[in-house]
């Protein structure tokens, strides 16, 4: 379903001398020169400058996430580890082991203080980041667990898992079970996003569900395809959902219309990632073919396509508030800027 706009234009046709009265006209030292009207502002800038690589020595990185201010950035790895970087160096600052299996998402609490992650080996762990210790793993899933993420306050952790639950867990009781288990998906779930009293899922049973716990409701959307990812836009208003036929669709959080349809990207068979930028101008989604694709969210168009590498971006990250954007491309994280980054003097002795 396309938007269709209509615009109506009234031409006036007015003769030569009319259009001449018209110019605004400035004297400066006898000249008569037109006073040109003032440029209009640029466009929001797309990170599309490679400011460094990280090589994570994790295997492939499963999933890459920003902290909750920006300056951090998460590697998941095949090789069981969750790891801490710095943005702006690019070095790590801990390595977190404890998972039996790969590593296939993580969060970070508002404060920095705790993270989450989940895995392969059906567990959900609650880290303690400055000591890296695990202070609790949780287990209840029957298989893997795809994705996970606190609540605002990091007072409960929510994770999705191929069992088709999502399932509540108290950070600050020592209970072992979920405070709440949502079983309505029919199939995995794949994709988990928390907003205020709201909880958004993407399931492989095609469907996107919006939990309204406030209210105690629960919205359902039918795509028709499997979900690789959901997540909600900046300003609440709207849902954004990738799905394995290649689409990335923008629906109305309200009232379910399909506002707009992004295509052109390659995703048949991977659990891929998409976001809106941090002004939400754009829509972002990782591809088989290498790139990243950049949508204007209004027209629909496509606005850059970034060449990454040969191989499948599998997961990207989009900075809170700044044209900053994570992708993550085999054992590599990649960061990359609306700028270059200007070279750092050498300091001299």
């Not at 295997?59 to 998941?76: I, P, Q, T």
Request: hydrophobic share 35%.
């Amino acid at each position: 379903m396309t938007l269709d706009f209509k615009i109506n234009i009234t031409i006036i046709k007015r003769t030569e001398k009319e259009q001449l009265k018209a110019l605004p006209l400035v004297r400066q030292g006898g000249l008569r020169a037109m006073a040109f009207p003032e440029p209009k502002p640029l466009g929001p800038q797309l990170p599309q400058h490679l400011l460094r690589t990280l090589d994570c020595k994790q295997g492939a990185v499963r999933a890459v996430r920003f902290n909750a201010d920006g300056n951090y950035l998460l590697s998941c790895g095949s090789d069981k580890t969750l790891r801490l970087w710095s943005v702006s160096r690019g070095t790590p600052l801990k390595t977190y082991s404890g998972h039996g299996y790969e590593v296939l998402d993580a969060d970070s609490s508002f404060d920095n203080s705790q993270l989450c992650s989940c895995s392969s080996d059906k567990t959900v762990i609650l880290w303690d980041v400055a000591t890296g210790q695990v202070t609790r793993k949780l287990r209840g899933h029957a298989g893997k667990v795809n994705c996970v993420q606190f609540n605002e306050e990091a007072t409960v952790m929510i994770s999705g898992s191929i069992d088709g639950t999502v399932r509540c867990w108290d950070t600050r009781s020592r209970r072992p079970e979920p405070i709440q288990i949502l079983d309505e998906a029919r199939d995995g779930v794949s994709s988990v996003k928390v907003s205020e009293h709201e909880l958004l899922t993407g399931s492989v049973d095609g469907k996107v569900r919006r939990y309204d716990l406030r209210m105690g409701q629960l919205h359902v959307d039918f795509i028709n395809s499997p979900i690789t990812c959901v997540c909600f836009s900046q300003d609440g208003q709207c849902s954004l959902s990738s799905s394995l036929d290649s689409t990335v669709r923008l629906l109305d959080k309200s009232t379910g219309e399909l506002l707009g349809e992004y295509t052109g990207h390659k995703n048949t068979g991977y659990k891929l990632d998409c976001c809106l930028s941090n002004k939400d101008t754009h829509v972002v989604s990782c591809s088989e073919d290498g790139h990243v694709y950049y949508w204007d969210l209004v027209e629909g168009s496509l606005s850059l396509k970034l060449s990454v590498g040969k191989a499948v971006v599998q997961s990207l990250a989009f900075h809170p508030t700044e044209p900053c954007l994570l992708t993550a491309m085999e054992g590599r994280v990649q960061v990359w800027g609306a700028e270059p980054e200007e070279p750092k003097e050498e300091a001299t002795v």
